[in-house]
């Protein structure tokens, strides 16, 4: 053979190479970002730490798994676009059944699970858990439309609490009422029940990640008629940005608008 050919074959086949190996490393990347992507709206077990610490503590052991009583929890696995051996569930399959002893959590070895997130006054209390909120689409949700439904309401563990029934005439018809569920964010816990309950073929009601799903108002908007959030206003110091307008009055600034726009 000679060198020429010889080097040509070499040529082609580390082409071949890296070709492969350009998409190989596409795949990889690729199912990276999707797991990525896909971890944000990961539920996790009761008393879970917030995403990123709790992916720093998780040893990933299976304890949690194992002392679920209702099958709830799983460990990722390869393809479940969520971090590989970490626990999760999904509410639409098996939601979680809000066990007063929370088995799933005292066993856990590192605190990803941590107790005193779900303890009051020194004991377990699984109505005080944060695994997500309950969302509802309107659009979907057939109690929306006129139709007589409150599955997720009667599913509920913390009935009238986490979920009530707002009442409202159906002006469409003129003689009957709308039944809407109305979840309370400060009560539900995001087991899931609800979700589990849902008679549409889509759940309309979802429970998601509550930071992806809740607003944060800005620490300077306060409530007045709430005595506890108007305490933050008592070491509160003034503040006064002065500007040409605000030299003027209200009204000298009013006129010397009206007087730019006529001239």
């Known amino acids: 053979m000679s060198k020429a050919l010889s080097d040509r074959r070499k040529f082609i086949l580390n082409m071949a190479r890296g070709v492969g190996l350009a998409t190989m490393s596409g795949f990889i990347w690729s199912a990276f970002i999707d797991e990525a992507t896909a971890a944000k709206l990961t539920l996790r077990p009761p008393g879970a730490l917030k995403e990123e610490d709790f992916l720093k503590t998780c040893i990933k052991c299976g304890l949690c798994v194992e002392a679920c009583p209702y099958d709830t ?12 051996g970490t626990p999760f569930f999904i509410p639409r399959d ?3 059944y809000m066990c007063t002893d929370i088995p799933c959590v005292p066993v856990c070895p590192t605190g990803a699970l941590d107790e005193s997130s779900v303890t009051t006054n020194e004991k377990l209390d699984i109505n005080v858990a944060d695994m997500g909120l309950a969302i509802v689409d309107e659009k979907s949700c057939v109690a929306f439309w006129g139709i007589q439904c409150d599955a997720c309401y009667r599913a509920c563990p913390l009935l009238d609490v986490a979920i009530t029934i707002e009442y409202s005439k159906n002006e469409r018809t003129g003689k009957h009422a709308f039944l809407k ?4 964010a400060d009560a539900c816990t995001g087991c899931g029940m609800c979700e589990h309950a849902c008679i549409t073929e889509d759940a309309a009601i979802k429970i998601l990640p509550r930071d992806l799903v809740q607003g944060k108002a800005g620490s300077h908007y306060i409530k007045g008629w709430d ?3 108007e305490k933050r206003l008592e070491n509160a110091k003034e503040i006064k940005t002065v500007t040409e307008i605000s030299k003027k009055t209200a009204v000298d600034s009013l006129n010397s608008n009206l007087l730019e726009d006529l001239y």
């Open 73 to 84: 929890l799983s460990l990722a696995a390869p393809g479940d676009n969520k971090a590989i």
């Open 181 to 184: 569920p109305v979840v309370h």
């Open 94 to 96: 098996i939601p979680c």
């Open 227 to 229: 005595k506890e959030d």
